[in-house]
Every structure is written in structure tokens, then in C-alpha cells.
């Protein structure tokens, strides 16, 4: 399966906003890898993750090239999880076939000529030849089942991660690492004195130039990836993924950070899920369980309308680049999109539309000028640039708020 993979959105895309609104669904991150990495790995494809990109990501994410007349192409939908046996039948798919559940595609393997039609037209398989898969496969439906769905993918993961060592425990003397489950830590991450390590009912895996500062106690099965530090003292509970470039502490469980985000100091997170360039003030905390223990309403992104999840633990979902002020509270079910600020000294609302300064019930809109400074600064002290096309995309976002 040496072909170029692409990948493609459906129509439950927008149950992933606002973490949707920056990136496509394949670069959402479950586990240690991306769901697009994840992928990648499992097929052996060596391309760069690709596929056809709304107008606003045209020109941060990657398009599929066009192919010779006797190439062909992979489309996989990202939303599902690779296994052996998926990854199998999709091997076996004739050209110009589509693998579906009858409701759902999972995948298509197309010729030059339709491969090509597609990203010139947008997608079409009415006249594909269609396959039905009948045995069962793991696929993100809601946004939340991706902390849902962390641990167990931060385990499927390490058997996808190719260069990987599991340590000598006795090899760090002044820390304590309990391995009933392996422990991944490579060369260059640094396990600081005292850090506590517990892999007794899961396994933990720490990425290239990580640190676990002293006294900070991890358990697994959790992830801490590539140069992402957690803080002194910190309590990380299972189920967790710290993405790269993140600086992590105080009290942490089940949640999943991407890239480039803080909550660096005391405060709970629980069954949450932050995007991109976010940063929790000190003393943040977030609610994760109603005191009635009932199930928890949650805010569609497009319709506002609250609906019952049937979930009883559900915390906080917050878009990229949105930050909160010291002793910040967030209610149970809080969906938080692009760019925001809140700041108050009670809850703020439950939903707060992107690109919103929140003081208390307060909700005013974020001059766009002012967030795209507070932006730059914030990238420039990790060595990123802010590209003018990540501003267009921030713009687009700003105006839709309109």
C-alpha cells in the first residue's frame, strides 16, 4: 500500500467545532499520535497527511497531488480508528471501489482519473463500485469521545510508534518507576528526583526533550510528548495526553492537550479537551461531574441548541489561542471557542462563541487587532512564527462571529 493517502471530512465535521474550526479532523490528536499519523503509520505511507482542505486551511494544511494516469490513491475517512483488520480490507479494495458500513464511508481507492476529478470537482462516489464492512471499528461520532477514547489509543499507539525503548527502571535511582506496564522514556527527555512514574494498571510514555520535574507523579496509562514539561508536583491521572510544547501542573485527569498549551499551575482539569495555544491562569479550574450526578447538556457549536449528551462526565472543550484568567471556574459541559478571554470571579456561560472577552455574564467581542497581538507574543516566545495565512484563517473565524 505505497499509494498516496488523503484524507476527507463528512458531514459530522462540525460535531468537532470549535477544535475543527483551525485545523482538519485528521489533525485532531487522540492518544500520542494524530488521527492522521495514526494512519500513516498503520498503512506505511511516508506522505505528508493531505486532503481536500476547506478555503481557510488551503493554505496551513496540505492538498493531495494530482497523479499520473497510472497512479492511485487511498481516501480514508479520519474519523476511524485503524486496526489490523480494517487496514486489510482497505489493502484488498479494487481501484475505484469504496469500503462502506452501508451508512458510513470509511474509504475509497481511487485511479488517477478519479482521484484528480475529485479534488477539481470535490468528492463523488456515486459511481464507485461499493464494499460493505461488516465487522466492527472504533470512530469518533462527538467531540468528547476523544478523551474518551485517549487511553486506549495512547496504548494502541505505542504499538504504532516504530523507535521506541522501554527503560531500565533501575537506571534512575533517585525517582521511583513502578513498571508493571512498560515505560517508554527516550534518550533526551530528562526524569528529574523524586518524580514518580506509576505504570501498575497502564503504560506512560515520555517524548523526545520531555521533562517530569520533581515530585511530579505520573500515572498510567498516560502520554507526555516531545519537549513538553511537567511542573513540580503535579498530578497526572490516567488517561491523559500532554501534547507537545506544553507545560503542564496541578491536578490533571483524562484530558487531552495539543500542542503548545499551558496550565501551568495548581487548578483540576478532568474529561477535557484543549486545542492549540491555550493557557489556563493559575488556579483554573474546571467542573467535570454535576452535583446531582445527572447527565450533562452540551451546546451544538452551529444551532446553540443544548442537547443531553448522556454523559456524566463531560468538563471543558476549548478551541486554540483561548486563555483564562487566575481562579478562572468552568461549569460542567463548557464548550469555549477561538480566541477568548474569560476573566471572572464566578462561571462564565456554558458557551462562549469564538473571539469573546468574558467578565463574569459579560460578553463582549475581542477587537480582532488587539488578538492577533496578544497572538504574535504569545508564538513568538516559542520560536513560531504567525504566518499571514494563519492570520487570514483567524480572520475568517472573526468574521463569521459577526
Not at 471501489?97 to 463523488?124: E, F, P, R
Not at 503504560?203 to 496509562?221: D, E, F, L, Q, S
Amino acid at each position: 500500500m505505497a499509494q498516496i493517502i488523503a484524507f476527507f471530512e463528512d458531514s459530522s465535521l462540525k460535531n468537532f467545532f470549535p477544535l475543527t474550526l483551525t485545523r482538519p479532523i485528521y489533525d485532531l490528536r487522540v492518544g500520542i499520535l494524530t488521527l492522521a499519523e495514526k494512519w500513516l503509520s498503520a498503512v506505511g505511507s511516508r506522505n505528508e497527511a493531505c486532503g481536500i482542505q476547506r478555503d481557510n486551511l488551503k493554505e496551513l494544511f496540505a492538498e493531495p497531488p494530482l497523479l499520473e494516469t497510472d497512479d492511485s490513491c487511498y481516501w480514508i475517512n479520519p474519523r476511524v480508528f485503524p486496526d489490523k483488520n480494517l487496514v486489510s480490507r482497505i489493502k484488498k479494495l479494487s481501484v475505484n471501489s469504496v469500503l462502506t458500513d452501508g451508512n458510513i464511508m470509511i474509504a475509497a481507492h481511487l485511479s488517477a482519473d478519479i482521484h484528480n476529478g475529485w479534488l477539481t470537482n470535490g468528492m463523488n462516489a456515486s459511481d464507485l463500485n461499493e464494499s460493505i464492512y461488516t465487522k466492527s471499528f472504533k470512530i469518533l461520532d462527538d467531540i468528547w469521545q476523544i478523551f474518551q477514547f485517549n487511553g486506549e489509543e495512547i496504548s494502541q499507539d505505542l504499538d504504532r510508534i516504530k523507535h521506541k525503548e522501554k527503560v531500565d527502571t533501575s537506571s534512575y535511582k533517585h525517582s521511583v518507576l513502578v513498571d508493571n506496564h512498560p515505560i517508554y522514556i527516550h534518550e533526551e527527555a530528562i526524569i528529574e528526583p523524586g518524580a514518580v512514574l506509576y505504570a501498575e494498571d497502564g503504560p506512560i510514555y515520555i517524548g523526545k526533550g520531555a521533562r517530569v520535574m520533581a515530585n511530579a507523579v505520573v500515572r498510567g496509562t498516560a502520554a507526555i510528548c516531545d519537549n513538553s514539561v511537567v511542573k513540580m508536583g503535579a498530578k497526572i491521572y490516567k488517561d491523559t495526553t500532554i501534547g507537545p510544547v506544553c507545560k503542564v501542573g496541578g491536578e490533571v485527569s483524562n484530558v487531552v492537550f495539543h500542542s503548545y498549551s499551558n496550565k501551568a499551575h495548581d487548578g483540576y482539569a478532568g474529561n477535557s479537551v484543549f486545542g492549540q495555544w491555550c493557557n489556563l491562569g493559575a488556579d483554573t479550574n474546571t467542573s467535570n461531574l454535576k452535583n446531582n450526578y445527572s447527565t450533562v447538556r452540551f451546546r451544538n457549536w452551529e444551532s446553540g441548541e443544548e442537547v443531553d449528551t448522556g454523559q456524566q462526565f463531560i468538563g471543558t472543550i476549548m478551541g486554540d489561542h483561548s486563555k483564562t484568567g487566575i481562579n478562572a471556574m468552568l461549569n460542567t459541559g463548557t464548550l469555549c471557542g477561538v480566541c477568548c478571554n474569560l476573566f471572572s470571579d464566578g462561571y462564565p456561560p456554558k458557551y462562549v462563541p469564538s473571539f469573546s472577552w468574558v467578565s463574569g455574564k459579560d460578553v463582549v467581542p475581542y477587537h480582532f487587532e488587539k488578538a492577533i497581538d496578544a497572538m504574535q507574543k504569545m508564538m513568538e516566545r516559542r520560536d513560531v512564527e504567525l504566518t499571514e495565512a494563519y492570520k487570514e484563517l483567524m480572520h475568517s473565524i472573526f468574521k463569521s462571529t459577526l
